[in-house]
């Protein structure tokens, strides 16, 4: 059974920063696409980052040049480091894992930027 819990949400003002870590468990973590997406209430979730299995990354015109994904196959985890934070950051944000056509979820974790 795959899954994959969230940490590292919490509240921080304006200009702060904060580290997301994904723990995964149950796949074949270097073989799976990790990213991260967010959402707000009444509104789609959205992606935030993508990093591919073999390290190629993609991020959201939002975030570019403030929020960086990586990952650590050894320890089968994916990390997303926000930096410069603004008011529109704050939404849950979700890990999430691709593997062909199979996906997966994590549960959330809540990000609050106060101005």
């Known amino acids: 059974q795959v899954q994959l819990v969230e940490s590292g949400g919490g509240s921080v003002q304006a200009g702060g920063s904060l580290k997301l870590s994904c723990t995964t468990s149950?796949?074949?973590?270097?073989?799976?696409?990790m990213g991260w997406y967010r959402q707000v209430p009444g509104k789609q979730r959205e992606l935030v980052a993508m990093i591919s299995s073999g390290g190629t990354t993609n991020y959201a015109d939002s975030v570019k040049g403030r929020f960086t994904i990586s990952r650590d196959n050894t320890k089968k985890m994916v990390y997303l480091q926000m930096n410069s934070l603004r008011p529109e950051d704050t939404a849950v944000y979700y890990c999430y894992r691709k593997y062909r056509e199979y996906d997966s979820w994590g549960q959330g974790t809540q990000v609050t930027v106060s101005s």
């Open positions: 149950g796949l074949i973590f270097s073989v799976n696409d």
